[in-house]
Nanobody, 127 residues
């Protein structure tokens, strides 16, 4: 069993930055593919970013087109933590952001293929 705990959300003005963190329990974090998803009110959960294990493909990453160039995903296996650095935030980035873990090392944008989920952290971007 893996437990994921997100932190770092909050209220920020448009153009500002936030860094989300997701701390994972367990000794096999380094073998998991990790993802960030978000869900705005009345909308479906959508893919934001993902990162593979470093030993699998050097920690390859993927981003949704809507955040490419503004968000950066990274992981620190020594701390069992994955991060999402969010810059140049826009009001449309407002959502609950969820961290997810996948025991298969390859990256996927499909939220159904992630086994473990955090409780989410609210990000609100004011205009």
């Amino acid at each position: 069993q893996v437990q994921l705990v997100e932190s770092g959300g909050g209220l920020v003005q448009a153009g500002g930055s936030l860094r989300l963190s997701c701390a994972a329990s367990g000794r096999t974090f380094s073998t998991y593919s990790m993802g960030w998803f978000r869900q705005a009110p009345g909308k479906e959960r959508e893919f934001v970013s993902a990162i593979s294990p470093i030993l699998w493909s050097g920690g390859s990453t993927a981003y949704a087109d809507s955040v490419k160039g503004r968000f950066t995903i990274s992981r620190d296996n020594a701390k069992n933590t994955v991060y999402l650095q969010m810059n140049s935030l826009k009001p449309e980035d407002t959502a609950v952001y969820y961290c997810a873990a996948r025991v298969v090392p390859s990256i996927t944008r499909n939220h159904n293929e992630y086994k473990y989920w955090g409780q989410g952290t609210q990000v609100t971007v004011s205009s």
